[in-house]
């Protein structure tokens, strides 16, 4: 009953919810490209003093704008991030609307940025606003972190963090990422995997030749095919020297949160449409990979030619992107040095490695206020426990809002997806219910971080008149 005339807001303000966030996502904001983002930047501090924040926007070097906001009041204060660049929209035909058309059809609002995360933003936002109209002041003092970095490795935001450490100061951080699964469950993280993203590169003649020359000059689409067999054995094993050395064994607590843990694993073969796992892993070892296990993916290669028409070359270069998924204790660093120390080793010192984003893992503890909080409030709205994730086996900055000035700070993670928004792909979509669920389930948390705090402050009084009795 107490959330009744708060849920009765939301819903009678759902087409005007729905309209602002369609909005947000008819203006381009593609951090690769550029355009557009000091008018989005502007549009989401407009967003932010709707609901009677106080805002500043930073700009960092040449980077792209920081939006600042803080509302509400009370001793206790949370970082709420977010960011309002979106992934490029790739091909055109792939898309069965306009990426920005932000069109609405069978209930899914198709828009590149709905799902990741304009739509985790305007909810929050929503949130706010429909909690001030029904209980009043917000009880607790919220802090706004909006990017623009996101898909770049975010280097403003680290700098931000460095020059403006009281402003991320806070007992919580609340992240921008999370979804149903294919079960209709609703995922919480406690943390995030680290990201070293990096491209090797080898280099032959000055330019492409003649393949006729392919049996006495060098040719570095080998050479660097041969340096990637290096890093990864046939087993799908990371072989990079002393790698798995690094890697921390799992605590107590994780391995009771794992027990809690179920993969959809049909559910999930079907929407990604394929036969089965890597090593034909199921059931914990499944799991116990996906959230704990170290990944090195070779997210792309380029070399030659390799567009239509037949064309016999020799290349000149070849480079390739990798990504590794970092666990406790592999620092993005660390892993760039490994990988440097293992060519060389091997002979391959010509291969170059190029660092092209870092993040360090971040991991929190369930007992956290920011997470019990979370934890607490999805059951009424989602209608069933919440499947808690000691680390989302993505990754993000988050070493820059709780890591650089803040290495204590716990975060929580959740979003407003389900499992076929589908966020770096053609038809990124979000299903309005699953958004308006958001704004009620955000309203909930604050109220709730409220409530935790009363309850601390209570026991720290009994604690102090029992000291007195003493």
């Not at 095919?225 to 990079?240: D, E, H, N, R």
């Amino acid at each position: 009953m107490q959330f009744t005339r708060f849920d009765r807001y939301v819903d009678r303000h759902a087409h005007s919810f729905t309209e602002r966030l369609q909005e947000l996502c008819r203006m381009p904001s593609v951090a690769a490209r550029g355009t557009g983002m000091r008018a989005v930047a502007e549009k989401v501090e407009q967003m932010l003093q709707r609901v009677g924040a106080g805002t500043r926007t930073f700009k960092v070097g040449s980077g792209f704008p920081i939006v600042y906001g803080e509302c509400g009041a009370g001793e206790r204060c949370f970082v709420i991030y977010a960011h309002y660049d979106v992934q490029p929209v790739g091909l055109l035909t792939e898309w069965s609307s306009g990426p920005f058309a932000a069109v609405v059809s069978d209930g899914r609002l198709y828009a590149r940025g709905a799902s990741n995360s304009k739509g985790d933003l305007v909810a929050r936002v929503a949130a706010v606003e429909a909690y001030q109209k029904t209980f009043g002041k917000l009880p607790v003092c919220l802090r706004f972190v909006v990017e623009g970095e996101d898909g770049l490795a975010s280097p403003s935001l680290y700098r931000f963090a460095e020059e403006n450490a009281e402003l991320l100061r806070a007992d919580g951080c609340v992240w921008d990422d999370g979804y149903l699964d294919t079960k209709e469950r609703f995922v919480i993280s406690l943390g995030f995997k680290g990201i070293a993203f990096l491209e090797l590169r080898a280099y032959g003649a000055r330019t492409d030749l003649h393949s006729k020359w392919g049996g006495i000059v060098p040719n570095p689409a080998w050479r660097l095919v041969q340096a990637l067999a290096t890093v990864v054995s046939p087993k799908g094993v990371i072989t990079i020297d002393g790698f798995s050395s690094h890697v921390a064994p799992l605590t107590t607590e994780d391995r009771q949160m794992l027990k809690t843990v179920e993969l959809d694993e049909a559910g999930l073969r079907r929407e990604f449409r394929i036969g089965g796992w890597v090593h034909g892993m199921t059931g914990r070892e499944l799991t116990k990979e996906l959230i704990f296990g170290p990944t090195c993916t070779i997210c792309g290669i380029r070399t030659g030619h390799t567009e239509a028409g037949a064309k016999t070359i020799l290349p000149g270069a070849a480079t390739a992107r990798l990504d590794f998924r970092l666990v406790p204790d592999l620092a993005p660093e660390l892993v760039v040095r490994l990988l440097r120390e293992h060519l060389d080793k091997r002979g391959f010192q010509d291969i170059e490695i190029i660092e092209l984003g870092a993040a360090p893992y971040a991991k929190s503890s369930p007992a956290s206020m920011v997470a019990c909080a979370a934890i607490e409030s999805a059951e009424e709205v989602y209608g069933k426990p919440p499947v808690i994730y000691p680390i989302d086996p993505a990754s993000g900055p988050v070493g820059a809002v709780c890591g650089v000035q803040h290495p204590h700070t716990p975060v929580v993670s959740f979003g407003i997806s389900y499992y076929g928004s589908n966020p770096h792909g053609p038809d990124e979509n979000i299903r309005l219910e699953d958004f308006l669920r958001g704004v009620k389930y955000f309203g909930r948390i604050i109220h709730r971080l409220a409530q935790l705090e009363e309850d601390a402050e209570l026991a720290r009084t009994k604690d102090s008149v029992v000291q007195l009795n003493r």
